[in-house]
């Protein structure tokens, strides 16, 4: 480890106990401990109002034409003491790191540069309950197909009115698909939304549109001038500041920079729109980032839709083999336009509500692309197939790219380079504004989804300055859009990267192979962060769908014989995480926990469901050695509780037995409660995990340089320390009778080869630390750091010394003297009584696993 410094790589100043720096590829705090940050996004509900989740349609348009509704409540109730609660939990569960989305819609929703103080004062009030409860905090500006009035998530709905659209036509030219409309306004059926339907929209008019003009509108759509700005401008000039904003307040509160707030992300998943895009008559035949399923119109189709017309258009299907085109399908607007007719602005050009004057050379009711002569109204004629293709000769100096001479007086221009073009420049000027008010801030770059970092300047007032993480998203896609974990997988982001000549050979088969592929795939996601310089790597989103198999784990099918059975959901999330591990040691945050997640509607949001915790699984999941029954449900639950009863009887709950207190309501709970190293003397080369035997296994590295500056923190004798989850660890005195009746596992008392011993815990050296492992000045931890016996393990070490405080076990060894040779030392956890048993402990083999057993070394050895 490089030496940690004592000032700031950006201000200059001093730095504190509390300061994350970003060096040696890793987060590392003040004392040059290599820091795992891991944690959730908190939440995924945030994405609308309260009152207001994506299947509502009453008074979804009213509302918002009318200056939009208060986001207050997102994400935690700070009224019912469910706040504490929550926070709890997901400490309990060893969570460190939150991801905190907020929308564009939240901040800025009344009108152009009208902001929400009320509810910037309320989130500041959210973060400061986040870091009573120790957690770390990154920004995360979150959008999806730009708007929840588009489909999404993210701006505000008179930004739709700012581009020249009409956002009630969405649904009729199927320009978006829009969950509350689904699949017609008149006849809704919001439940029959199909899974991830909803990312379509980036292949639609819409999405295509408003991206183009938000990033690369002063090239492409010179004519859309607003309020004397191109359209580019107008939009990223309010996004940025209505963000800026919202850091101010968080600046302004004066005990949050550092503290808890470390960073800011600069958009959620950026598209590029229409970008680059080779020819407007068809689709990329190659695999993308962008789901084919349902209808699929080209462009040139969606331009046609878009002014009214009729067409007919591929139809695709995802099934269990991916994608694959099954027909055609007439989509009718019946003379619908997306585009907003002319009467919605005075004369001059001037909006009655929103107050902007529109240039009169931007003709509303009229596709802007037919007015910059991309294609023929008249004939639907596309006149100019690789508009999008090129930059422009006309192309004003950008980000310093300016056309040289003989580009411009080349006959064939520069191809658009999204990445390098356009979306650097958003960033930059992003992260301009952020520094103001947050000089120290730690820039999580995002590009679009699997999209490699492009380099970025290290120093200047538009540099990364020593500030910095890659922050990639990854999903394994297979499971996410079928809903259920199959035999087989296949490699999306080798096949996006054009690592095989054919889709065929990135396909895995087995278990194994599926597991060995997720690893791989995110240790390229991790490599990809060695273009910024070497800095740390962190997977902003990664996660499972809990809807599995026509949600049989909520009882809906089977006769409910699978009720609150998470086992496949496991299998799959403990897939994904253990990618993270291994060599890898990647931080992330899992998406997502949603304080209001129900069986019904998931997430409240276009049906997805990926909270790792339900209020309607409270009484369901999380019991030992028995069935649930259908008392359980009705036990305790926020329904047939009322809110303040409710919070109060699962606090009792809390002090009464911590470890049914993190497993109720959880969902597939060991796979994301996982043991991992903490904080590191040195680098952790290897991280093992077995979810089955509870077996785990860390190795470290450990330079002279990994001496650490203890005046750096305010902490006594710092340590490596690794959580140890109750879920899988916890003592026999807090589970059921039956599981203290286990044998114990066949683990030898003999020291071990190459001089490691045995060592076993004694009363003095459990859960004596004097720092537990989450303090709470609200409601505490009780049943865990005021008692001695909450974990019930065995610790193996290579060298050193070690000792347990709560779920923490903290390691001491010795660093070698300037000269030496590296060393390497291991740590290994058991549980000394064996796995705990509880319902998502059965596995489900299929009848592929059956025939192909566990010793196939690569997976599968009978295909």
Request: proline share 7%; net charge negative; charged share 25%.
């Amino acid at each position: 480890m490089p030496t940690v410094p004592l000032i700031s790589p950006t201000t200059g100043n001093p730095t504190t106990s509390s300061f994350i720096h970003t060096l040696d590829c890793n987060f590392v705090d003040n004392a040059g401990r290599t820091l795992l940050l891991r944690g959730v996004n908190l939440s995924g509900s945030s994405k609308a109002p309260v009152d207001q989740p994506s299947y509502i349609l009453d008074n979804f348009w009213e509302a918002a034409e009318n200056g939009g509704k208060s986001f207050i409540g997102r994400p935690l109730d700070l009224d019912d003491g469910s706040a504490d609660v929550h926070l709890a939990r997901l400490r309990g569960w060893g969570f460190n790191m939150l991801r905190f989305p907020i929308t564009w819609e939240a901040l800025e929703h009344e009108g152009p540069g009208k902001y929400d103080d009320e509810f910037m004062d309320y989130t500041v009030r959210v973060l400061r309950k986040c870091k009573e409860y120790g957690f770390k905090v990154y920004i995360d500006p979150h959008q999806d197909t730009w708007s929840r009035f588009s489909g999404g998530s993210g701006a505000p709905l008179w930004t739709l009115a700012a581009c020249g659209i009409n956002p009630r036509n969405l649904t009729s030219t199927q320009a978006a698909i829009v969950h509350a409309e689904y699949p017609i306004p008149s006849a809704t059926t919001p439940a029959s939304l199909p899974a991830m339907v909803w990312s379509t929209n980036y292949g639609r008019l819409f999405s295509q549109t408003v991206f183009t003009m938000f990033f690369a509108g002063r090239d492409f759509a010179p004519k859309c001038i607003i309020d004397g700005k191109n359209i580019q401008d107008y939009l990223q000039e309010h996004y940025i500041e209505a963000m800026g904003q919202m850091a101010d307040r968080i600046r302004d509160a004066g005990d949050l920079l550092e503290e808890c707030v470390i960073g800011w992300d600069s958009m959620n998943e950026p598209f590029e729109g229409f970008c680059g895009w080779e020819d407007l008559n068809a689709n990329p035949t190659k695999q993308g980032s962008t789901l084919k399923k349902g209808s699929s119109p080209t462009p040139a189709q969606s331009f046609r839709l878009g002014m009214g017309t009729a067409q007919t258009v591929d139809n695709w299907n995802f099934g269990t083999f991916g994608p694959s085109k099954n027909g055609t399908v007439t989509i009718d607007p019946k003379g619908d336009k997306m585009w907003a007719d002319s009467n919605i602005e005075d004369a001059n050009g001037v909006h009655p509500k929103w107050g902007w004057r529109r240039d009169p050379g931007w003709k509303l009711g009229t596709c802007i692309w037919a007015q910059h002569d991309v294609w023929d109204i008249e004939t639907g004629d596309i006149l100019r197939p690789d508009y999008f293709r090129h930059l422009p000769k006309a192309r004003k100096p950008m980000d310093g790219h300016a056309l040289s001479e003989e580009e411009i007086s080349s006959p064939t221009m520069p191809v658009v380079e999204f990445v390098e073009h356009y979306w650097r420049s958003h960033w930059r000027l992003f992260a301009i504004r952020i520094r103001t008010s947050h000089p120290e801030a730690i820039m999580f770059i995002q590009p679009p989804v699997f999209a490699p970092p492009p380099p970025i300047e290290e120093t200047g007032i538009d540099g990364l300055n020593g500030r910095c993480a890659f922050a990639g998203h990854y999903y394994d896609g297979l499971t996410l859009i079928t809903r259920h974990w199959n035999w087989f997988n296949a490699d999306a982001l080798g096949v996006i990267r054009g690592k095989y000549s054919t889709p065929i050979q990135a396909v895995k088969i087995g278990e194994r192979a599926i597991r060995k592929s997720l690893q791989e795939q995110l240790s390229i996601l991790k490599s990809d962060t060695s273009t910024l310089g070497p800095y740390p790597t962190i997977i902003g989103e990664i996660g499972t769908p809990f809807d599995m198999d026509d949600k049989r784990s909520y009882g809906w099918t089977d006769d409910g014989k699978y009720r609150g059975d998470y086992s496949r959901q496991e299998r799959a999330l403990d897939a994904s995480l253990n990618g993270a591990d291994g060599s890898n040691a990647i931080n992330y945050t899992i998406w997502s926990y949603c304080p209001d997640s129900t069986h019904q509607w998931g997430d409240g949001w276009n049906m997805e469901d990926l909270s790792l915790w339900s209020q309607d699984d409270i009484g369901i999941t999380g019991r030992v050695f028995r069935q649930p029954s259908a008392a359980d449900s009705s036990a305790l639950s926020l329904a047939t509780l009322g809110p303040s009863e409710a919070w109060s009887e699962i606090t009792s709950r809390w002090k009464e037995n911590p470890f049914d207190f993190l497993t109720d309501g959880a969902r597939a709970v060991k796979a994301f409660s996982r043991p991992w190293p903490t904080k590191i003397v040195g680098k952790p080369t290897d991280i093992q995990f077995d979810i089955g035997s509870t077996s785990f296994k860390l190795t470290v590295l450990v330079r002279s340089e990994d001496k650490l500056n203890e005046e750096g923190i305010d902490e006594k004798d710092p340590a490596t320390e690794i959580y140890v989850p109750l879920v899988h660890y916890a003592h026999p005195r807090l589970l059921p009778s039956k599981d203290s009746e286990q044998t114990v596992s066949g683990i030898e008392d003999e020291p071990l080869d190459g001089g490691e011993g045995r060592i076993l815990p004694t009363p003095s050296e459990l859960s004596t630390s004097t720092t537990p492992t989450i303090t709470n000045a609200t409601i505490g931890w009780y049943g865990l750091t005021e008692q001695l016996d909450v974990l019930d393990i065995e610790v193996i070490v290579s060298t050193g010394r070690w000792s347990v405080h709560g779920q923490t076990v903290k390691w001491w060894y010795e660093v070698p003297q300037t000269g030496e040779a590296d060393r390497e030392y291991t740590l290994e956890i058991r549980r000394v009584e064996g796995a705990i048993k509880t319902k998502d402990s059965v596995t489900c083999e299929s009848w592929f696993e059956q025939i192909c057993p566990d010793f196939c070394p690569e997976g599968c050895c009978v295909m």
